[in-house]
């Protein structure tokens, strides 16, 4: 598996499905993947053949949170930042996948 296929999108029968699709980390989210959702959240909603949006995960997990492995080699503790610009948010809190699915027309389903 590539970093470019961690989010994967289908439209089929008027339902798109998202699928986080790292089922060797049990899907735990990497900033590359939280910046796939969200483009995979809005070309969903903009795609005039989905009428509904199933969000899941591949595998036994749906999501087992932060990927703590993604954050190997960082010389800062995890959660304590400092002013620097080299620990900014890697993408725009707008883009944010939480903010993306509020701002959605489509509906939403969570398949746990």
């Known amino acids: 598996m590539t ?11 008027h339902i798109a499905t998202i699928t986080l699709n790292a089922p060797g980390r049990m899907n ?4 590359q993947m939280l910046t796939q959702l969200s483009q995979r959240l809005l070309e969903a909603d903009s795609n005039p053949e989905a009428r509904v949006i199933i969000l899941t995960g591949a595998g036994r997990a749906f999501c087992a949170g932060l990927d703590l492995g993604s954050q190997a080699g960082k010389t800062e503790s995890l959660g304590v930042l400092d002013n620097t610009e080299a620990n900014m948010v890697e993408f725009d809190i707008r883009d944010a996948p939480p903010i993306v699915l509020h701002n959605l027309d ?6 746990l």
Do not use: Y
Not at 3 to 13: A, G, N
Not at 28 to 31: A, F, L, M, Q
């Open 3 to 13: 970093k470019e296929d961690e989010v994967l999108l289908e439209i089929e029968d």
């Open 28 to 31: 735990t989210i990497s900033g």
């Open 106 to 111: 489509t509906p939403v389903i969570c398949a």
